[in-house]
């Protein structure tokens, strides 16, 4: 691997699983559990021409951990130029510069870097939290952006993924499941198709807390699946066997 030059306060983290680095810092949002599970539930074409693109892609972790599924290109688009810089040097990290791209800006402008209609798969690990006027939101404006809905909208989001995709291409959200009617009906507004859902736990006899959505672009109606459950921590606090192979291998 590529040895980045490492900005203050800035350090190189491992998803041991897939043998790929990424560079955090604790002053700006990081990579958890969320950026694994999408990319695990996101199925990606494994040909060179495919096009995958991340939204909200943060310091890129999504997309890096979603590159050993294809040989088609990856673009992240990320509006935090502290994020995306990181995630250029996450890239160049892990040897990927030849796959992907790290798109700085609105993701509602990304139709001048990629093409509407022309896109394969769209994921997304969108803020979760609406950006309400009695919302408490964190100091950190890094965390603050990442969290809650103050530079975009689910709305928006949804939009711009339904544009992206071709014709049957396929997008896949991880949200929090109080926002899960919120996303469907946007999703039926602009032709996205649900197609799997699956419900994640933090722990036996607890609620979700977050919940992965699959929906296909202009695909017949009905036919929604949902699919087993992923519980995180068993009652001791250690990871379920599934969550650790995907950390862990």
């Not at 139709?111 to 022309?118: A, E, G, L, V, Y």
Request: charged share 20%; glycine share 6%.
């Amino acid at each position: 691997m590529t040895q980045p030059e490492l900005r203050p306060n800035e350090r190189i983290d491992q998803l041991y699983s897939q043998d790929i680095q990424i560079i955090q810092s604790p002053e700006v949002f990081a990579f958890s559990l969320d950026a694994v599970l999408l990319a695990d539930f996101a199925k990606l074409p494994a040909r060179a021409k495919s096009q995958t693109v991340d939204l909200c892609a943060g310091n890129g972790a999504v997309g890096l951990f979603m590159s050993h599924q294809t040989k088609g290109r990856i673009a992240e688009v990320e509006l935090q130029p502290r994020l995306a810089d990181m995630a250029r040097r996450s890239v160049a990290l892990n040897n990927l510069a030849d796959q992907m791209t790290v798109y700085q800006g609105d993701l509602a402008d990304v139709n001048q870097w990629i093409p509407k209609d022309s896109v394969d798969v769209v994921t997304c690990n969108p803020p979760y939290f609406a950006d309400l006027p009695d919302s408490q939101k964190n100091p950190n404006q890094y965390l603050a952006i990442a969290r809650h809905e103050i530079t975009t909208t689910l709305a928006t989001v949804v939009t711009t993924t339904s544009g992206l995709l071709k014709m049957n291409g396929k997008a896949y959200f991880v949200h929090r499941p109080d926002r899960l009617l919120e996303l469907l009906t946007l999703m039926d507004q602009h032709r996205l198709a649900p197609k799997r859902v699956r419900l994640v736990y933090p722990k036996p006899g607890k609620e979700a807390n977050m919940v992965l959505v699959e929906a296909i672009k202009d695909g017949k109606p009905g036919g929604l699946r949902f699919m087993a459950p992923l519980t995180v921590y068993d009652d001791q606090g250690e990871y379920q066997p599934e969550v650790g192979r995907l950390l862990y291998g």
